[in-house]
C-alpha cells in the first residue's frame, strides 16, 4: 500500500513510518519540522518538507496514495491554553484542508490520531470506546473531538474509510518532544541526571502507559479496515505515576529524589483503556511490559546524555 503520514518526523509519526516500511508498504512523509526532527525519518520514506497549510502542494502529492495516516498536530496542552488561535489553525483549519486535498484528489481512507482525552472524566474504568465522550478542560482536547467529528462527517459525506485511534499514554525511545511535558521521557531525564523529578498530585495519578512500537504497530494491524472504526490503544493497565518512578529507580539501581509540584488544574486523576474492540477487530494487543518498556526507553535516554 502506498500510505502518507502527516506529522512522520515525530516521536510517533517516526516509528510508525518505520514499521509501514518493514511490513513492506510505500511511505511518504510530510512535515514541516515545526516540532519533528528530520533525522528520525526512516530513510526508506519519500519526505517533502510542507506545511499542511499549503493545500495545494498537498493536492500535487497525495495523488495515487492508498491511505493517510493523520499524525500531525500540536500536542502540548499548556500550550493550547495559551495560544488557542494556534491549536485551532493547526489541528483543525489545516486538517480540514488535509480532508479537502484528499477528497480532491481521491484519496479517501484516513487513520487520524485521537487521544484518550475525548472522554474527558471518565465514567467508568476501563474506558471503552462507546463511553460518553466528556466535556474539555483545554482548547487541544477541543481539536481532537474536533477532528473525530470532521473525520466521521467525511466517512458520511463522500464514503471516506476513517479509523480513528484514541492513543492513552505512549512512551518510549524517541521522544523528543520540545518542550516536553510527558511523564516518563521527564522522569528518566532527571533520574539519570540525578535531579529531583518533578512530580504532580504526588503521583497519586493513574495512568495507561504504552510502549511506543507497540501503538505504532496498531497503525499497521489497521491499515486494510474499510467503514468507520474508532478504537482505544492501550493496555487495560492502570499505573500510578509513582509506581513509574519506584521501576525506574529499581532499573537504575539507586534512589531518585522527587520535587513534589502539588496539583495541577484539570488533570484527570485516573484513566485507562479496554482494548477488547481492536483486538476482536485486527488481533492488535501490546506486547512490550512494562518494565521492558522502560527499560528501552532509559538506555536511550542514557546515549543522548
Ligand atoms: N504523544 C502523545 O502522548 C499523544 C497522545 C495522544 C495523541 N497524540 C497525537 O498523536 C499525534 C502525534 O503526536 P507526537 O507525540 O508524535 O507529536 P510530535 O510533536 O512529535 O509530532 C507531530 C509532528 O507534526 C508536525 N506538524 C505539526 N503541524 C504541522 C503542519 N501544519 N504541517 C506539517 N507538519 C506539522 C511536527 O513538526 C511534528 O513532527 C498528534 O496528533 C497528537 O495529538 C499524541
Known amino acids: 500500500m502506498k500510505i502518507l503520514v502527516t506529522g512522520g518526523a515525530g516521536f510517533i509519526g517516526s516509528w510508525t513510518t518505520k514499521l509501514l516500511l518493514d511490513a513492506g508498504h510505500e511511505v511518504t512523509v510530510v512535515d514541516n519540522l515545526s516540532r519533528g526532527h528530520q533525522e528520525s525519518i526512516d530513510s526508506r520514506a519519500i519526505f517533502y518538507q510542507i506545511d499542511l497549510s499549503d493545500q495545494y502542494r498537498m493536492e500535487g502529492i497525495l495523488a495515487g496514495h492508498d491511505t493517510v495516516i493523520h499524525m500531525a498536530a500540536l500536542i502540548e496542552v499548556g500550550e493550547s491554553v495559551k495560544d488557542p488561535v494556534s491549536f485551532a489553525e493547526n489541528n483543525i483549519v489545516n486538517s480540514v484542508k488535509l480532508l479537502e486535498a484528499m477528497r480532491k484528489t481521491e484519496v479517501r481512507k484516513i487513520i487520524f490520531s485521537s487521544s484518550a482525552c475525548v472522554y474527558g472524566v471518565p465514567s467508568k474504568l476501563p474506558i471503552m470506546e462507546d463511553d460518553p465522550l466528556g466535556a474539555q478542560s483545554n482548547p487541544y482536547g477541543i481539536t481532537k473531538l474536533t477532528m473525530e467529528q470532521f473525520c466521521t462527517l467525511y466517512h458520511n459525506l463522500y464514503s471516506f474509510d476513517c479509523t ?6 505512549p512512551y518510549g525511545p524517541g521522544e523528543l518532544h520540545q518542550p516536553e511535558t510527558h511523564a516518563i521521557p521527564n ?14 498530585w504526588k503521583g497519586e495519578g493513574i495512568r495507561d502507559f504504552i510502549y511506543i512500537e507497540d501503538l505504532a504497530l496498531a497503525h499497521v494491524a489497521v491499515i486494510n479496515l474499510t467503514g468507520l472504526h474508532i478504537f482505544n490503544v492501550g493496555t487495560e493497565k492502570g499505573i500510578k505515576v509513582m509506581d513509574i518512578i519506584n521501576k525506574i529507580s529499581d532499573i537504575l539501581g539507586y534512589k531518585v529524589e522527587v520535587n513534589d509540584l502539588g496539583e495541577r488544574a484539570g488533570d484527570v486523576m485516573a484513566n485507562y483503556a479496554s482494548f477488547a474492540k481492536i483486538k476482536k477487530e485486527v488481533s492488535w494487543e501490546p506486547k512490550v511490559s512494562l518494565e521492558e518498556g522502560l527499560k528501552r526507553t532509559i538506555e536511550f535516554f542514557r546515549q543522548k546524555v
Not at 164 to 169: D, G, K, V
Open 164 to 169: 480513528i485511534l484514541r492513543y492513552f499514554n
Open 187 to 200: 522522569f528518566i531525564k532527571s533520574a539519570l541526571a540525578k535531579e529531583p523529578i518533578p512530580l504532580y
